[in-house]
């Protein structure tokens, strides 16, 4: 087994979790306009404050492309 495991976990797992973040964004944004729609403000403002949460998270993936990079490269073996 001359070759080293190589692949892409870091860009892959951030690229996962930023796709999955702004799915949660879109399906809080939906159910806060149904909620509405019907009357139903308490579901309307958990719906807007899960959202907001997400909205964080998707701005911490955001942030961290360079650091992600960095840990791709590392991963194989690649010195920049
Ligand atoms: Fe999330």
Known sequence: MGD????DKAGKN???GYMAEHLE???YQLLERLAQKAGD???AEVA??????EEEMARR???SWDRT???T???NGIRV
């Open 61 to 63: 993936i955001d942030q």
């Open 69 to 71: 990079l960095e840990l």
């Open 48 to 53: 807007r404050q899960n959202r907001s949460d």
């Open 4 to 7: 080293k495991a190589r692949g």
């Open 14 to 16: 951030a690229r996962d």
């Open 25 to 27: 964004i879109a399906a």
């Open 73 to 75: 490269l590392e991963e």
């Open 41 to 43: 403000q308490e579901t």
